[in-house]
């Protein structure tokens, strides 16, 4: 009885699951399944990841992602919203108004709204759209027409430290913005998020029904890179590199150039010019400030000179004969020797232009820049292999390691005595500009290497966890500090007192240290008569020293070099401005001390409140709008803030006015653009003299505004 029991129990069983999976028919609750289910299908969506943004120093945004559309439209006539049409009805109309936000032919539009397909795109004209275009086609209120969200990398200039920022490209097989130069292609990984995937079902009409919670995986946002530089510097880098290409006197070919912390290693600003060509398939996309090796020419030769003083070998006011220098080479040891006239496997060395110096002293041959003087050290001074090893511990001929940046190594040319003595001046072996600046981070520090660096720090942006952040490192101590004085007077010296072509990086307002450099191009195995190198390395102040500034640039002998001296000058004008300098000099401070403190959050608090809070900590902030409650501030929370820095305040107001920029200096002026949104045209450098638009001008819309500093 029991067993008939479940024999029949079973086969109701089966009998139902057949029904139910082939009639579509449910006995219990008499639902027609196939009804229901009709046409309904499981939709696997992408969720896409941000891509983590890229920021300066100040914590301002130089890439990120925003928000983009690519449109399409329904055109099938077989859809409907209730009772009104879903698809495109008047496709002539459509096609018009389509084409004239997209800026593409109206008849490419109308072949495709006119084709056999339920649903059609753009091309690649109808991707990734803005949010004013798609604005501007919802104004038309085409049926049918719609748009799916996608994101966009977005700089905050395109011409700002371009190679190393670098450019990503959409990968449609990812589905991601993919780097492909620069911190966006060398910290790819660290950028990069991980597309999540939303699950749930929708009718042939897309009506969408419920998500599929268990299947639904939530994106990944990639995480933040806080670059070293500050985007004030680096534009006026930037400016001064691209300034002495476009110039007639001087139109280089190539522009490089770096400035560097040289007690931290905190790169401020790496840039070069002319950038890449994204549109351009043969572009090379090569970071000339650590990937480019060639000869430093006489830059070197502050390395040399003190090198030589640091042995205690040579004083400053010893004396030499400072005309040709007739180098012999002994065959059987290697070692060379002055001799006094030319002969057979003889090498001469001359001074620039063949100059002969007659006596002079050590200091005086530096200064004067003289090839003759490195020589005189280093056949009969400083040992070549303990010059070798100087080199070494300064760390040329292998990489700097700049955080993940490509480098080359440099290449040493070390086979023949004559050889190693030009390697004192700069000419045979090749090194890279970053490993120069390195270098001298000892000149201009207390002698020891402090290795430059590019990333500030890494943070997720979820959790606001700081996941790295840079130290200072510091290499071997290679000078004493008497040393680096010696050297640096007389790089002072050449500077203030006029000498030697110096004069021309004489600052009124900053002291700053200076030597120059001239190196021959190898063009086919020989060295160019007519294409130079040339090159100066920058140390300011004088009194201490904070900061190393080289650049480089290709170009004619000839050339206006006080031109390009005055567009660099106006770059640390720019870092004078905006950073604080402490001169000191025996301990006694010239300058105001300078304190911070971190941004306290004040969005969402009244204004008097903040206002006398910040009062209180010895801040006059610049309030935006007459509302009630702070909306927004910059710097924002959990910022390090300067007691000099200007804090601004947005309020819940419409009536927004210009503030007075008198006096302000460029770093407040584009915190005022970045804050508000402003087009802000700027010319000159130092402080604001005079803006376009009066104070209290109301701000709206598209407001742009000139200021002028001096």
Do not use: C
């Not at 904070?546 to 004008?573: C, L, P, R, W």
């Amino acid at each position: 009885m029991t067993f008939a029991l479940i024999v029949t129990i079973f086969s109701i069983l089966i009998i139902n699951v057949f029904v139910v999976s082939v009639g579509g028919y449910h006995f219990n609750s008499g639902t027609n399944i196939k009804e229901v289910v009709k046409d309904i299908h499981t939709v696997y969506e992408p969720i896409i990841a941000k891509r983590g943004k890229i920021l300066d120093y100040q914590d301002s945004v130089l890439v990120e992602d925003n928000k983009a559309f690519t449109v399409h439209a329904y055109i099938a006539d077989d859809r409907f919203d209730g009772d009104k049409p879903a698809y495109v009805v008047d496709k002539e109309t459509a096609a018009t108004q389509i084409a004239s936000v997209l800026n593409i032919s109206s008849d490419f539009v109308l072949e495709r709204v006119n084709s056999d397909a339920k649903q059609v795109e753009f091309g690649v004209d109808g991707k990734r759209i803005t949010t004013a275009q798609k604005d501007a086609l919802d104004a038309f209120n085409i049926p049918g027409l719609g748009f799916t969200e996608v994101l966009v990398r977005a700089q905050y200039s395109s011409s700002l430290g371009s190679t190393l920022i670098g450019l990503t490209r959409f990968d449609e097989t990812e589905e991601k913005q993919v780097g492909i130069m620069g911190v966006e292609s060398y910290y790819n990984d660290v950028l990069n998020g991980k597309n999540g995937v939303s699950v749930y079902r929708q009718d042939v009409e897309q009506l969408r029904y419920d998500t599929i919670d268990s299947l639904t995986v939530e994106a990944e946002d990639g995480k933040d890179i806080k670059l070293s530089i500050d985007k004030i510097v680096q534009s006026s880098l930037d400016k001064a590199l691209n300034n002495i290409m476009q110039a007639e006197n001087v139109k280089a070919q190539e522009a490089w150039g770096a400035l560097v912390d040289v007690k931290t290693g905190r790169i401020l600003a790496l840039a070069d010019a002319p950038s890449f060509n994204a549109n351009d398939p043969d572009t090379v996309y090569m970071n000339r400030a650590t990937e480019y090796q060639y000869e430093p020419g006489s830059t070197m030769k502050t390395l040399t000179y003190a090198m030589a003083l640091n042995d205690g070998v040579i004083t400053p006011d010893q004396i030499f004969n400072g005309n040709a220098f007739y180098l012999e080479t002994d065959p059987n040891t290697g070692k060379g020797k002055r001799v006094s006239a030319p002969s057979g496997g003889i090498e001469t060395i001359n001074n620039p232009f063949k100059s002969n110096y007659g006596n002079i002293t050590m200091k005086e041959g530096y200064q004067r820049s003289s090839n003759v003087m490195i020589a005189e050290v280093l056949t009969n001074y400083l040992d070549t292999e303990r010059f070798r090893q100087y080199m070494l511990d300064l760390g040329f001929f292998t990489p700097v390691k700049v955080g993940k940046l490509p480098e080359a190594e440099g290449y040493e040319l070390w086979d023949y005595f004559h050889e190693k003595v030009t390697n004192g001046f700069g000419q045979g072996s090749t090194v890279t500009m970053m490993q120069l600046l390195q270098a001298h981070t000892a000149v201009f520090g207390d002698g020891t290497v402090v290795k430059p660096y590019i990333v500030e720090s890494i943070i997720n942006p979820n959790t606001g966890e700081v996941e790295y952040q840079a130290e200072v490192t510091k290499g071997k101590k290679v000078f004493t500090e008497e040393a680096v004085q010696l050297t640096r007077d007389a790089m002072h010296e050449n500077v203030d007192q006029r000498r030697y072509g110096m004069q021309r990086f004489k600052m009124d307002d900053i002291s700053v240290m200076a030597k120059s450099g001239t190196s021959q191009i190898v063009i086919d195995g020989k060295y160019s008569n007519k294409d130079f190198i040339f090159s100066a390395m920058l140390g300011f102040p004088y009194e201490n020293p904070q900061y190393a500034f080289y650049f480089a640039y290709k170009t004619y002998d000839g050339h206006s070099n006080t031109f390009v001296a005055n567009e660099m000058k106006n770059v640390i004008k720019t870092v004078v401005t905006n950073y604080p300098i402490n001169l000191t000099d025996d301990d006694e401070e010239v300058v105001t001390p300078v304190h911070k403190i971190v941004m306290p959050n004040f969005v969402n608090q009244d204004i008097n409140t903040v206002r006398g809070k910040l009062s209180e900590l010895g801040y006059t902030p610049v309030i935006i709008g007459d509302g009630d409650v702070v909306i927004e501030q910059y710097p924002k929370r959990k910022t390090d803030v300067l007691n000099n820095e200007k804090i601004f305040l947005n309020t819940n107001s419409t009536d927004k006015k210009i503030p007075d920029m008198s006096g302000w200096s460029l770093k407040e002026v584009m915190d005022l653009s970045n804050f508000m949104k402003l087009e802000i045209s700027i010319e000159g450098h130092g402080f604001v003299k005079s803006q376009s638009l009066a104070p209290n001008s109301p701000i709206g819309d598209g407001t742009g505004i000139s200021v002028i500093l001096e």
